[in-house]
């Protein structure tokens, strides 16, 4: 009789240790993976709201007139009662309605639109300055703006704040 060959595999301890091993790593990668899905949702959020100031800036400058930004939930009209995180609007403010807030009337030329930010960001103002610029590219009012974006809550550390200066800098920043 001829010998029996040996076929080349894995025992069953070997794929047991290699699973229990395997499953010890996605354990460990797991919430750190959680962490950097939402660390990266932040900062994409944060520069959607950078950009949009840096447009109405840009806007007020080539134009030579008061460019606003105001939040709304349908894209097409202001809402004060509304949150930022459900969008914004950025238009040329032909009627330049002193204080308050900026009104977008018929006569106002709508430059871009966002829409919503998802239902677990959370973006506010932290102070009631309406945001308007001027032609020179400065805040409109002279005080500074202030934003507050989270992921969740807002006592998490990928909280953002972007501050808008009276000279129409845009600063974002990451919150400890």
Do not use: Y
């Not at 076929?7 to 395997?22: D, K, S, V």
């Not at 030579?64 to 609007?89: E, K, L, Y």
């Amino acid at each position: 009789m001829k010998p029996e060959s040996i076929q080349p595999g894995f025992t069953l301890i070997e794929l047991l240790m290699t699973l229990a091993l395997l499953a010890i790593l996605v354990s460990i990668a797991a919430p750190s993976m959680g962490e950097f899905v939402r660390e990266n949702r932040a900062a994409s959020q944060t520069n959607q709201l950078v950009t949009t100031l840096n447009l109405a800036r840009s806007e007020a400058v080539k134009r030579g007139a008061i460019v606003a930004v105001c939040r709304s939930t349908d894209s097409q009209s202001c809402d004060d009662d509304a949150d930022w995180s459900t969008g914004w609007i950025v238009f040329e403010d032909a009627n330049q309605a002193p204080g308050g807030a900026p009104v977008l009337g018929s006569a106002d030329d709508v430059l871009r639109a966002w829409g919503s930010l998802g239902d677990s960001t959370i973006l506010r103002r932290l102070n009631n300055q309406p945001v308007r610029f001027n032609p020179r590219g400065a805040i409109s009012h002279g005080n500074e703006i202030s934003f507050e974006l989270c992921i969740n809550d807002c006592n998490g550390t990928h909280d953002r704040e972007i501050a808008v200066r009276p000279s129409g800098q845009i600063k974002s920043s990451r919150r400890e």
